[in-house]
Every structure is written in structure tokens, then in C-alpha cells.
């Protein structure tokens, strides 16, 4: 049940994403939720046919890491930060495939490259929370940027720990610990999607004009 809740606000999200795509955030937003949509789908298949489907998520992790970098860079406007989360984009996926390829087989959930994409996030969305332009004839809770920033903030400040030791939980611990795992994976997926549609609703406002 929780995990079907989880694909009702990803598909309302990306529904509602598509009335705003004259917006260059919005088309990169749209992307990595087409993007999320489609390798859950697969998941699901794969699953269902007895398929190992965590080898999509090495390669949803180095992509999904690219397009929230994207999205968060173009809410920057300090130039040396845009300019070393541009190279950071390429230098995380070449590390992840190494990882995967090395290091962390794609039989197992990519909780490596899981974790580093969630520090990096963390990161840029703080600078941004910091940075963040104030030039505008609307209150930040007006502005879409400042949504998108929070939402990926909350979202994988609450599910950096766990993802980092989901492959353990699998292995070694109870279906209790799963089940808190899932319980707190949900709770911030929601928190995430909510967070997103509120933000791209704000595109509504008028006045989100540069003065």
C-alpha cells in the first residue's frame, strides 16, 4: 500500500509538471520524473519475472544525480559553485560505474553511489538555501526555487542513512527493520513529491518576475 501511495504523488507530480513545461526548471523536473516513473515500471516488471532489477538503479542513481544537479545549478547564481556542480555531474558518474563495475556489483542495491549522490545533493541544496536570490517581487515561499531546493533537502537528508545500509538490512536483519526501512522511505517520498507539486504550482504567481 505505501508503495503504490509513492506512485500516485511521483505520476500526480509529473501530470502536473507537463502544464508548466515553457519553464526551463520545469522541463528538466519533468525529465527526472518521466525518468523515476519509467525505471519503477521496470522495476516492477523485472520483480514480477524473478529478474534482478537493482542494476537499474546503478544506472537511474548517476543519471538522477545529473538532472537534480541541473536543476539546482540553474537556481544558483554564485559562478565558481555552477561551474563545479557542472563537472561534478561527469566526475559522479564516472566514479559510480567504477563502483559498479569494481566495487559494488549490479546485483546489489548501489548503496555507494546512493550515499555520495545524497551528501552532493545535500550540499548543493544548502548553498542554494544560502545563495539564494532574493531580487524578487514575491516571498520566497512564492518561488518555485525555493520549494524544489527544500524538497530534495528533506528528501535525502531523511533517506541517506537507510539507503546506505539497505543492502545490510536485506541480508542480515528482520523484516521489522525492512518494514521501518520502507515505512521511513515512503513517509519522505511522499514529503518529496508534495514538496515538488507545491513548487511547480507556484509558477501560478504573477509577480515571480526579475526585477
Known amino acids: 500500500m505505501l508503495v503504490y501511495l509513492y506512485y500516485f504523488f511521483m505520476v500526480v507530480s509529473f ?12 522541463k528538466i523536473l519533468s525529465s527526472l ?3 523515476s516513473i519509467a ?5 516492477e516488471v523485472m520483480s514480477a519475472k524473478g529478474f534482478n532489477y537493482f542494476i537499474l538503479y546503478h544506472f537511474f ?17 554564485i559562478h565558481p559553485i555552477r561551474k563545479v556542480m557542472l ?10 560505474l567504477f563502483i559498479s563495475f569494481r566495487v559494488q556489483e549490479f546485483r546489489q542495491f548501489p548503496t555507494i553511489g546512493n550515499s555520495i549522490e ?8 544548502i548553498l542554494a538555501l544560502w545563495f539564494i536570490d532574493a531580487n ?3 516571498t520566497i515561499f512564492q518561488r518555485p526555487d525555493f520549494w524544489f531546493i527544500v524538497s530534495f533537502l528533506v528528501y535525502f537528508s531523511g533517506t541517506i ?4 545500509i539497505y543492502n545490510y538490512l536485506l541480508r542480515d536483519k528482520t523484516a521489522t527493520d525492512r518494514n521501518l526501512f520502507s515505512i521511513i522511505n515512503s513517509f519522505c517520498n511522499y514529503l518529496l513529491y508534495i514538496l515538488l507539486i507545491i513548487g511547480i504550482s507556484r509558477y501560478k504567481w504573477k509577480k515571480y518576475i526579475p526585477q
Open 15 to 26: 501530470i502536473t509538471s507537463l502544464f508548466y513545461l515553457r519553464h526551463k526548471k520545469i
Open 87 to 96: 563537472y561534478s555531474i561527469f566526475i559522479f558518474a564516472a566514479f559510480s
Open 118 to 125: 545524497g551528501l552532493l545533493v545535500i550540499t548543493w541544496c
Open 161 to 164: 542513512a537507510f539507503n546506505g
Open 39 to 43: 525505471t519503477e515500471m521496470g522495476v
Open 33 to 35: 520524473l518521466f525518468l
Open 61 to 77: 542513481t548517476i543519471t538522477e544525480y545529473a538532472l537534480i544537479t541541473l536543476l539546482l545549478r540553474d537556481s544558483m547564481r
Open 136 to 138: 524578487y517581487n514575491t
